[in-house]
């Protein structure tokens, strides 16, 4: 079965979409059979993987959700999942995702409904990616659910614990009453400059915050104009510009997770079956 990774913090602009995007893009060209879910209503997960006006899409992962919800059939696959040019399979999303929380009000186990869907899928592929929205609520606690374990990015800056404890909680409920396998893959410090105090002061900070059982990753993502300049162009770092350090230090994040045992249990891509 795949590993179902969840891409979360609730707060944005902590480069949680380029974390979730360069690790589907780097998994794929490793011949790696990934879905990449756009869980947040921003949908820029979608535009980076190229789709330029994501509301003209007729499916989306709201569409799916909907049919779950509604007790119908799901789509096709071929109506909505988009193949990317690095070989991901993008599960799209666009402004319908807004009304997520309005489609969930009256629904009976309303936090479950993202799992159902990923569990038709996840036999498919070694990884399902999932980029989800930065508030707390129920759509975080449907990705919490439905994972496997999460990579929670935060900022070098002196702000970056700030909320951090209110999530821990909640991730420590999610697992103790709903998915007892949930686990923290680890903390991906981004936009770091590690040269400089700010970035050793919140190193120190997050791990007396978290704890010694919450890891931060060895590999943190430099700061680089070049990340939103790839952006500009519908293109990860590792694409535009792969000997980029943001470029390195995301290459050196998959090894990480490889050698943790973020891998199928085979350790071997599946083949193709799509």
Do not use: W
């Not at 919800?69 to 990317?84: A, C, F, H, N, Q």
């Not at 159902?116 to 989800?132: A, F, N, Q, R, S």
């Not at 400059?193 to 590999?219: C, D, M, P, Y």
């Amino acid at each position: 079965m795949g590993k179902i990774i969840g891409v979360v913090n609730r707060k944005g602009g902590v480069g949680k979409t380029t974390t979730a995007t360069t690790l589907s893009y780097l998994l794929a060209k490793e011949g790696y059979q990934v879905a990449l879910i756009d869980f947040d209503g921003q949908r820029h997960t979608t535009k980076l993987c190229g789709v330029t006006a994501p509301e003209q899409l007729a499916v989306t992962i709201y569409d799916v959700l909907k049919c779950i919800v509604m007790g119908e059939e799901l789509p096709d696959k071929e109506s909505y999942v988009i193949r990317t040019e690095a070989g991901v399979d993008l599960i799209p999303a666009n402004n319908r995702l807004d009304n997520f929380d309005k489609l969930m009000c009256d629904t009976d186990f309303a936090e479950y409904k993202l799992k159902e869907y990923v569990d038709t899928i996840k036999g498919v592929y070694d990884y399902v990616i999932i980029d989800g929205m930065p508030k707390m609520g129920t759509a975080m606690i449907n990705v919490m659910i439905c994972c496997d374990s999460l990579i929670i990015p935060v900022q070098s800056e002196t702000l970056a614990v700030e909320g951090m404890a209110e999530f821990l909680r909640a991730f420590h409920r999610i697992k103790g009453q709903a998915n007892r396998g949930l686990e923290i893959e680890g903390i991906l410090v981004t936009m770091d400059n590690e040269r400089t105090r700010v970035s050793k002061g919140v190193k120190a900070q997050l791990q007396q915050t978290l704890g010694e059982k919450v890891r931060i990753f060895t590999s943190s993502i430099p700061r680089s104009i070049k990340v939103p300049e790839a952006v500009e162009y519908g293109m990860t770092i590792c694409e535009y510009e792969p000997d980029n350090p943001a470029a390195k230090a995301y290459e050196k994040l998959v090894k990480e997770l490889r050698e943790n045992g973020s891998q199928n249990t085979e350790g071997a891509p599946k083949k193709d079956i799509a």
